[in-house]
Every structure is written in C-alpha cells, then in structure tokens.
C-alpha cells in the first residue's frame, strides 16, 4: 500500500516510498473511531486533556474520537465546542470531534442550546454520566435532533434505582455487603427512550450497554425498523462482576460490571450487529481518586491504549467484522467522513496495522491517567502502526521499519 498526500495512492506488488513500514503478519484496516472518549477538557486537566488523549487514542490506533462533554463547563454551547475542536486540531493526532450536551449545564432541567450547536456542526449529543431523568425532556430532544439529522445518545441508567450504589446488583454485591445497581436500571430507560424514538422517528443511541434484557430490547427494536443503534465497551465484553471480589476498586465503573451471561449476551450482540460498535468510554481519573476503597473510589477506567487487544482477546472476531466495529461502524453513525474507509486506491489514509498474535501485557500509559482494569493482564493482539492523514502517529521507529525520513 503506498500513502502519498494523505490517501491510499495505490495498493499492489514492488510499490516504494520513502518511508517504509513494516506489517509482516499484521492486519490492515481503517484508523479506529472511537464514540465514548473522556478528554476531560476544559476544566479536568489533571486527569487528562485533549493533547494527552489524543497520544494515547493514536497508541490504541485510533484516527478519530467524539469527547464527552461532561467537562467544566460542559460542552453546551458553541464556544465550548468549538474550543475541543480547536485543541483536538492543535494536537493534530486525531479527529477530535465534540459531542454536546442534551441538556444545559448536564443538569437536566432544560435543553441546551442544540440548534446553535447542530448549525455549527455538532451532530452528538448526550448528558454521559447521567441519563436525562425527565422523558419529556427526552421526547423534546429528540424532536428537535430529528429534524436536523442529529443524534441523542443515551447513558441508560435509571437514577432512582442506582443511587448509593457502587457495582452490580447480584451475588457478588450481596456478599460484599455492597448497594448494587439492578439490570432492570439499563433496561427501563433502554425501553423508555426506544419507544419514544419510535413516535418522533429520530435516531436514538445507546451507550456502553451491558445487559442481556437491554441487548434483547435493541435486537427486537432494530426488527422493527426503530432507529435505534448500540455501542459496547471492551471491559464489559471481557470482565464480569466476579472480578470486584476483593473490593477491587480498578473494575469499579457505570454501568458495572454484570453477570457472566450478561458478558456472553453482549459478546453475542456485537458478533450479529445487534450492537453496532465497539466504543472505549475512556474515563481518566487521577490516582488520588481512583486508588481508593471501593466505595469511595471514582466511576469509570481507561481504555484507548488497550480496547483493540481486549476486543481480539474476549471476542476473536474475524479481520473484517473486527473492522467494521473498531472503525466502519462508529465512523458511520458518528458521521466521521474522513474515516472508517475500507483501504483501497483513493481513500484517506486513516488506518490501523494490528498485529493479532502479539502477546502482552499492560504496564504504563501514554494517557495521563493509569486507571486501567487490564493492568498486569495478559492481552492478544497490539497496534503496530497508527497512520492519520498520511502522517505515521504511533509506532514508527527507522532502526525497525526499514528506513526513511
């Protein structure tokens, strides 16, 4: 494959340039796209800020991310967005494109300002980190996105039924003692929200799902031709709740982690596209408040430097399933133009080289934060290369690769 300016110049035998990259038993494939990214600025910047998120999405081999907008202030209005936008553009590592909030300030009491937002060309919106309680609110929402082409994503999780709580409601919970959040918290507003879009006929998303009865309500949904579109996390498609026996607080994120049916259920959602996307929800804290005891602990783990490896460890799709939801899939709901292109002659040169067989195991990270879940955990597959807009990201070293300049 030779990049020149940017795209895919021509794929083919006895082709040269002037850098060379070497992918012997490596598997090639668009940049990965990722819809769930915490940058944490403005207002975070102790756990991480767009620059830093930025080196490590291009670790994982990620050429584009939508960040959160759970920031401070949060992204609910046009300067704000058009700021993450400019330092994701100063960082140049990835596509940094701003999700905005639904309501003002996230605090779900009105909407925010989404008709200034779509018009300057934010597309996503979403209160991550809490649903919006209120279904009218909702329904408003929606109506407004439907008539632009926007999209309403959605963090399920009935807040009556989680308050206090700190994991999984199940077994585990119960023998630690520990308030848990019920499967029915995901499923109730999984539910709500679907039969709402299906009477304002907009898009509707939902984010990092994790139960088997909300896998269930997509499937039946998509059968009925509700616009509805799913995104699963790799901790939820490689953990279960077994693992927070011993108060661990590094595997204490929103939603928990499940039962082992619920990993399965998820598992077999993402391989028949009832979920659509793999999506890292990266969620830096700094050590002060992740390394605490369970209930005193921050929600929410890394996941840019390790999801493509999770998801080839846990799932073992084939090359171009594994594509399609680390990168064609997310770039096509996220309306990320520029990505998500399977490799051929003319398409920008966003991609990924992975290596499926590399055995390794997480120690230290380019993020800012290291509250990561797979920490000392042996994965499978690694990303030797990021290439964006034709420039090599991550990986490049002359002394490996062959050469060049």
């Known amino acids: 494959m030779l990049v020149e300016d940017g795209v895919v110049a021509a794929i083919g035998p006895d082709l040269a340039g002037s850098t060379v990259l070497s992918c012997e038993g ?5 940049g990965f796209v990722d819809l769930h990214t915490h940058l944490r600025e403005p207002g975070q910047e102790w756990k991480e800020d767009v620059a830093s998120g930025s080196a490590a999405a291009a670790v994982g081999g990620y050429t584009a991310v939508m960040a959160m907008p759970n920031t401070d202030p949060a992204i609910d209005s046009v ?9 994701g553009d100063q960082a140049g590592l990835v596509e940094v494109r701003p999700a905005g909030a639904i309501t003002a300030g996230r605090r779900g009491a009105r909407l925010a300002d989404l008709e200034g937002m779509l018009r300057a060309g934010v597309s996503w919106f979403t209160d991550d980190g809490d649903a919006v309680a209120d279904p009218a609110l909702v329904r408003n929402a929606l109506e407004v996105l439907s008539q632009r082409g926007g999209v309403l994503a959605e963090h399920a999780e009935e807040p009556s039924l989680t308050a206090g709580a700190h994991m999984h409601e199940g077994s585990v ?10 499967a029915s918290a995901e499923s109730a507003i999984v539910a709500r929200d679907i039969l709402i879009a299906a009477d304002t006929g907009a898009r509707l998303h939902i984010q990092h799902l994790s139960t088997e009865a909300a896998v269930e309500l997509v499937a039946a949904a998509k059968s009925r031709g509700i616009r509805v579109t799913a995104e699963v996390t790799p901790h939820h498609l490689a953990l279960d709740h077994t693992e927070l026996k011993e108060h661990a607080a590094r595997f204490k994120m929103k939603p928990p982690l499940r039962r082992r049916e619920d990993v399965e259920a998820v598992r077999g959602g993402l391989r028949d596209g009832t979920i659509d996307a793999v999506a890292t929800d990266h969620a830096p804290h700094a050590p002060p408040e992740a390394n605490r005891p369970l ?6 783990v890394i996941g840019l430097e390790t ?5 080839n460890t846990a799932v073992e799709l084939k090359p171009r399933e594994f594509f399609d939801r680390l990168s064609v899939a997310p770039a096509r709901l996220g309306g990320f133009t520029h990505h998500g292109h399977w490799t051929e002659k ?20 380019v993020s800012r934060s290291s509250n990561s879940p797979f920490v000392g955990r042996p994965l499978r597959g690694k990303v030797r290369f990021t290439v964006y807009q034709g420039r090599v990201t991550h990986g490049f070293n002359p002394s490996v690769s062959g050469g060049g300049r």
């Open 79 to 87: 300067a704000v967005a058009e700021l993450v936008r400019s330092l």
């Open 346 to 365: 003319g398409v920008f040169a966003n991609l990924a080289v992975f290596d499926p067989k590399k055995q390794w195991v997480p120690g230290s990270f």
């Open 26 to 30: 490596c598997w090639v494939g668009p």
């Open 307 to 311: 999801a493509a490896a999770v998801v």
């Open 295 to 300: 209930q005193d602990a921050t929600f929410g």
């Open 173 to 182: 919970s119960s023998l630690l003692g520990v308030k848990g959040m019920p």
